[in-house]
């Protein structure tokens, strides 16, 4: 598996030619939620005072998603924005701030943030979450943001999103326990079986 990342860390991630030039950077993850992965990046140009670039970056042009650039082959990848965002949305406006909830009707909590693997991959592999009480017990001082897996399946109904009852089963505390949760490698931050 490619390394996972949280899709907000994208922002302001350079957008690199193999040739070694920096086009742009990345100012919002395009994604379809339903099918799970990244289709695009909306983006910025490079400065201080730059602002939005009427061009987008489909995922189909994306040579690789590393951990420090969006690398591509050249410039002739780019797309105009608004043709490739008129079929889905900006990460902010579809997921952030979602209600989840498991197909048994058990609330987990709110989308903080998406977490997708890099790579070639530019797929939706799980979710930080701002639990719930009932998921997640405590003090709404000491509540946690946990990761959860997407699961085998995944709706998407307005600001709703259904995970699979077995998919939250586990959770993770941190980054590297979901990765090494969901990539099966023993190890890793990540709790037992839900209460």
């Not at 993850?29 to 061009?55: H, M, N, W």
């Not at 079929?87 to 998406?114: K, M, P, S, W, Y």
């Not at 998919?167 to 980054?175: E, G, I, P, S």
């Not at 590297?176 to 969901?182: C, I, M, S």
Request: proline share 5%; net charge positive; glycine share 14%.
């Amino acid at each position: 598996m490619n390394e996972l990342m949280a899709a907000r860390s994208l922002t302001t991630r350079p957008v690199v030619t193999l040739g070694g030039d920096a086009v742009a950077q990345v100012k919002d993850t395009v994604c379809d939620a339903a099918a799970a992965r990244i289709t695009g990046f909306t983006l910025t140009g490079r400065g201080l005072l730059s602002g939005p670039l009427k061009e987008g970056l489909p995922w189909s042009a994306v040579y690789a998603l590393g951990h420090d650039a969006v690398m591509i082959r050249d410039r002739r990848g780019l797309v105009a924005a608004a043709a490739m965002t008129a079929h889905q949305q900006n990460l902010r406006a579809r997921l952030l701030g979602a209600r989840v909830l498991t197909e048994a009707g058990a609330e987990i909590g709110t989308v903080l943030d998406v977490v997708v693997e890099g790579g070639t991959g530019g797929r939706v592999v799980g979710f930080r979450v701002a639990a719930s009480r009932r998921f997640v017990p405590g003090h709404a001082r000491h509540r946690r943001r946990v990761y959860v897996p997407r699961g085998g399946t995944l709706t998407v109904t307005g600001r709703t999103l259904v995970l699979p009852d077995d998919a939250v089963r586990h959770v993770a505390d941190d980054l590297p326990g979901f990765t090494a949760l969901v990539g099966g490698v023993p190890g890793g931050r990540w709790r037992g079986s839900l209460p």
